[in-house]
């Protein structure tokens, strides 16, 4: 039951154009537009001496995951509510919580391949180094994953509609889009600003990523600040979640 | 042994009481209707006993279980009122989905086919008219092979031809021996389909009967229209005793009375030899009952 609400989901996410093209390919679009400067492709001594897409490679992950986790996923749940689809469910052996479950799983592999997608075109392409540390790097994803999520299921509990989802979703991806540094790269930021950074649930996810990027784990900080955002919006959003 | 039992039922949002006190049975077999005006609370009956919501007061049993019993979920089947599915799943792939949530559901494809969707399993859910919307609404209802079906305003937006093909379909699977509650505010509707209907009114349940008995009980009197062909004095009609009161419009007289009042007439005005032309029998129908039940003043 679980794997078809999965499988009709990822079909009904890939029939909108839009989404599908912001979450899937924009991340490697970024990726090839970048590369494409050669001065980017060149040790940089501003970033520690890293090239400028070697930490864009990160940030095209943290950008996917974004997009799903707080403008896709909340307006099509918010949606469903307001469509009655929820209450539909509810009326079935299928529990509506199935249909949220389905929606995440269906967000989490278009996540992966999307990444996946980026990373290799990034390998391939302009040379970047893939993660040194994998499992590592799974568990970062895993984790970013998840407190972006629970960040949009929260809103998808709080609004009333589709459209205020989006609305919501969008104002907090610019400023958590800046933090993961999608305009400005973490490395390249004011130290405090980067402090800030590392408190917000993308400049985290991306830092996690970075980490596992260049070898090491995961840091304590970066993980416990995404599992703190799991924690509490999770809750948060299983407390104030609606179905009708 | 009734199916659906409610005791007392009584449910309130805030301040609101939605549902005051409302008490009925639903017997295996048959269609039972809820009827009401808007705001009446038909609708906050009819997600109670859905196991929706939780009733705030009174008892409900659902083949004997109460109401959220999760096992009730592939036993009961329930059409909501403005309840849509995604614009971009096609009504196959709506129907594969829902079936796969039951342990035995219907074949799809025939139910499909008995509902008029079969030409359509391609179309998207956001291109279907209104009508077959509320069609594939009513299959997915079904999909699971229930017990019971519970359908809210289940014609509401159809036109008139979809409407009463939805109706022949209704009893088509009242003879499959599923047991049906319809909720409704149409009178045209209940009369036809009903076996028995509960009129509900500021939450509380004000009549209930089958449509024929409703509007027996509450307008006895009956009215003949008939234009005679000679003049016809009064005081002969009057003898007898169900007519109450004869009228005149100009050629034609209008006969008010009870009880067997067409035998009476034609029993007179046979003994005078007196032909009646244009002879019709005005007969109070379900609306009026209804209104009068439910009047406002």
């Given at each position: 039951m679980f794997t078809k609400l999965t499988v009709s989901e990822l079909k009904l996410l890939f029939r909108e154009p839009v989404p599908t093209f912001f979450s899937l390919l924009f991340p490697t679009i970024l990726v090839v537009i970048l590369g494409s400067i050669p001065s980017f492709r060149e040790a940089n001594p501003d970033i520690g001496g890293a090239r400028v897409i070697d930490l864009y490679a990160g940030i095209a992950v943290t950008l996917t995951l974004a997009m799903l986790g707080l403008q896709v996923t909340p307006s099509v749940l918010a949606l469903y509510r307001e469509k009655g689809i929820l209450r539909r469910l509810a009326t079935t052996p299928a529990r509506p919580s199935l249909l949220l479950g389905a929606q995440l799983a269906a967000a989490l592999i278009t996540a992966i391949v999307s990444s996946a997608l980026a990373l290799t075109v990034a390998r391939l392409a302009f040379d970047v180094r893939l993660p040194s540390n994998f499992a590592g790097f799974?568990?970062?994803?895993?984790l970013a994953a998840l407190g972006v999520f629970a960040i949009g299921m929260f809103i998808s509990a709080v609004v009333p509609t589709g459209k205020a989802a989006n609305t919501v979703g969008t104002l907090l991806f610019f400023p958590s889009m800046?933090?993961?540094?999608?305009?400005?790269?973490?490395?390249?930021?004011?130290?405090?600003?980067?402090?800030v950074g590392d408190f917000t649930p993308l400049g985290a996810g991306e830092r996690a990523l970075h980490e596992a990027m260049t070898g090491h784990w995961p840091s304590l900080l970066s993980a416990t600040v995404l599992v703190g955002y799991l924690v509490v919006f999770g809750f948060g959003a299983a407390r104030l979640f609606r179905w009708s | 042994m009734p199916v659906i039992e409610v005791k007392n039922l009584r449910k309130q949002y805030g301040e609101t009481v939605a549902v005051r006190d409302v008490s009925f049975a639903v017997e295996s077999g048959e269609i039972f209707g809820i009827l009401g005006p808007n705001g009446a609370g038909k609708t906050t009956t009819a997600e109670c006993v859905s196991g929706l919501r939780t009733a705030d007061g009174g008892t409900i049993t659902v083949l004997g279980r109460p109401p959220r019993d999760p096992a009730l979920r592939r036993l009961v089947g329930v059409q909501l009122q403005e309840s849509q599915l995604q614009d971009k799943i096609t009504v196959r792939e709506a129907?594969?989905?829902?079936?796969?949530?039951?342990p035995s559901p219907a074949d799809w494809r025939q139910l499909a086919a008995t509902l008029g969707l079969d030409d359509q399993l391609n179309a998207r859910y956001g291109k279907l008219s209104g009508g077959r919307k509320q069609r594939l609404s009513i299959a997915l209802a079904l999909i699971g092979g229930p017990r019971i079906a519970i359908l809210d305003e289940l014609t509401t937006g159809l036109d008139p031809q979809a409407r009463r093909?939805?109706?022949d379909l209704i009893e088509s699977i009242?003879?499959?021996?599923?047991?049906?509650?319809?909720?409704?505010?149409?009178?045209?509707?209940?009369?036809r389909l009903c076996d028995r209907v509960a009129v509900i009114d500021h939450g509380e349940v004000v009549a209930l009967d089958s449509p024929a008995g409703l509007v027996n009980a509450l307008s006895a009197e009956q009215r003949i229209r008939f234009r005679p062909s000679v003049p016809l004095d009064d005081p002969l009609l009057l003898a007898a005793p169900e007519v109450t009161a004869v009228l005149h419009h100009g050629p034609q007289v209008e006969v008010?009375?009870?009880g067997n009042l067409l035998q009476a007439v034609t029993s007179v005005l046979a003994?005078?030899?007196?032909?009646?032309?244009?002879?019709?029998?005005?007969?109070?129908n379900l609306d009026e009952a209804f209104v009068r039940l439910v009047g406002r003043d």
């Open positions: 799974v568990l970062a994803f895993l800046f933090f993961a540094g999608l305009w400005l790269p973490r490395e390249a930021m004011p130290a405090a600003l980067q402090r | 129907l594969e989905l829902y079936s796969a949530f039951y093909d939805t109706w009242r003879d499959t021996g599923v047991t049906i509650v319809l909720v409704t505010h149409f009178m045209e509707e209940a009369s008010v009375g009870t003994a005078h030899q007196i032909i009646a032309n244009d002879l019709r029998i005005e007969q109070a």
